[in-house]
């Protein structure tokens, strides 16, 4: 069974770095064929993905936010981290990490995802 | 970058009837990597539909995917109550976009 489970702070401060970790069970990500992302959903609004890392340690950032972005795995604590600078109130929003796999044409697609991590920015 | 535009915003609908739900998206993408997920209120994000047409693994068949190129659909035969939620559309690949949402309330 796969599980994943979102940790961090639930407040920070403008101009901050915000860390979140990603500790998932289940899978492994040094195993062909998986990956994980990060999506984020402000409060009542639309999922916006963030961020992405694949088995092989390949990387995908969205490109409004590429700048302000770092994903990294550590795969023997089974565990991704998300790092997002400067940031802003207009970053609110819950943070889920989701775990992904390939369908049959070989792109990666979110099928678990964690129970997220609601990032409050105020001073 | 695709852009996502999912429609109507608000879907008003008894139980046992018929929703259909549309995903437009700004450029055709051959590959058919859309899919669907329900979230409702305080919940994480479920996944119904993947590869356009797939269902997840343990998806009633009363959910449905269809459509190619720029034009997606789910509908959803016959609504239960515990249907009524936000649907997103999400095209996936070598960048994740996700559409704003429809809300399917019951009228």
């Known amino acids: 069974q796969i599980t994943l489970k979102e940790s961090g702070p639930t407040l920070v401060k403008p101009t901050q770095t915000l860390t979140l970790t990603c500790t998932f069970s289940?899978?492994?990500?040094?195993?062909?064929?998986?990956?994980v992302g990060w999506i984020r959903q402000p409060p009542g609004k639309a999922l916006e993905w963030l961020a992405f890392?694949?088995?092989?340690?390949?990387?995908r950032y969205s490109p409004s936010l590429k700048s302000r972005l770092t994903i990294t795995k550590d795969t023997s604590k089974n565990q991704v981290v998300l790092t997002m600078t400067n940031m802003e109130p207009v970053d609110t929003a819950t943070y889920y990490c989701a775990h992904s796999t390939y369908d049959s044409r070989g792109w990666y697609y979110f099928d678990n995802w964690g129970q997220g991590n609601l990032v409050t920015v105020s001073s | 970058d695709i852009v996502l535009t999912q429609s109507p915003g608000t879907l008003s609908l008894s139980p046992g009837e018929r929703a259909t739900l549309s995903c437009r998206a700004s450029q055709s993408f051959s590959s058919n990597s859309l899919a669907w997920y329900q979230q409702k209120p305080g919940q994480t994000p479920r996944l119904l539909i993947y590869?356009?047409?797939s269902r997840a693994t343990g998806i009633p068949d009363r959910f449905s995917g269809s459509g190619s190129g720029t034009e997606f659909t789910l509908t959803i035969s016959r609504l239960e109550p515990e249907d009524f939620a936000v649907y997103f559309c999400h095209r996936y690949g070598d960048f994740w976009t996700f559409g704003q949402g429809t809300k399917v309330e019951i009228k």
């Open positions: 289940g899978f492994s990500l040094s195993t062909s064929g998986v990956g």
């Open positions: 890392i694949f088995w092989n340690d390949d990387k």
């Open positions: 590869g356009a047409s």
